[in-house]
């Protein structure tokens, strides 16, 4: 696994879990979908 980044991938993979948890949250309220992109713009890949 030489030179694929591992700090990067983890970060990644992160920002995809953080990013499906704001999914949920806006699944099960659906008052949430209206700061759906702005959580995601603002949190994941900055």
């Given at each position: 696994?030489?030179?694929?980044?591992?700090?990067?991938?983890?970060?990644?993979?992160?920002?995809?879990?953080?990013?499906?948890?704001?999914?949920?949250?806006?699944?099960?309220?659906?008052?949430?979908?209206?700061?759906?992109?702005?959580?995601?713009a603002n949190r994941?890949?900055?």
């Open positions: 696994m030489r030179g694929c980044g591992g700090a990067t991938v983890l970060i990644r993979a992160l920002e995809a879990l953080q990013g499906e948890r704001y999914l949920r949250l806006a699944e099960r309220r659906p008052a949430n979908e209206a700061f759906l992109y702005c959580w995601l994941i890949g900055t």
